[in-house]
């Protein structure tokens, strides 16, 4: 596991270098380790190294490995998240990053009633407008913000989104401030701030930095080429 904690190190330095340039805070970056297909013991490794904030894309891939890993970490839910599965959410994750629709804020509203558990989430936005990607249509957020953050049980912290892939770096650093762009006219239109800007990934979390990212999920980086379960 000595790659892992030298991975960590490598990353840590170059999320220092993109604060440093944009005159951040290095304190304001969270990294969130993804763990998708890995298990429990390079979870527990990531975490020794350093990555106290674990990342999952399935639900039921979580709800596997989470009994198996020893050491304690924030866990995070990065990945589309269905309806039929959100009952199986509530209270397990410190933070849902992909609530990509009103539908899905109501039912974890509900939820949350009846189980008196305020769930904490960001809402994805299709800042790449490319068809694959999940999300509300810039146009949309800022209503979407302001619906969902009248739905009780429920806190809303931020935007979500994924870079466009490509090589192209200001195309990619265009997403990204679209997303900053947006979570200041929520903050705005709500009157008040929101904590969060979830954005950038392995190809490119440094200039998710420089564009205000206060959460970047990173996997291969951290752990290699994804793993086998």
Partial sequence: MLEIAENVLRVQERVRGA?????????????????????????????????????????????EKKPGVTMPCRWHLVGTLQRNKASKVIGQFELIHSVDRISLAETLSRLGLDSGVDTRILLEVNTSGEASKHGFNPDEAVDAVCRVGELAGLEIEGLMTIGPLTDDHARVRRAFQELRRLKEESERALGRDLRHLSMGMTGDFEIAVEEGATLVRLGRVLLGERGRR
């Avoid at 990294?31 to 998708?36: C, D, E, F, S």
């Fill in 19 to 63: 604060c440093d340039r944009s005159r951040r805070r290095y304190e304001d970056v969270t990294i969130v380790g993804i763990t998708k297909t890995f298990g429990p013991d390079r979870v527990d490794a990531l975490v020794r190294a350093g990555i106290a904030d674990v990342g999952e894309n399935r639900v039921q891939e979580f709800l």
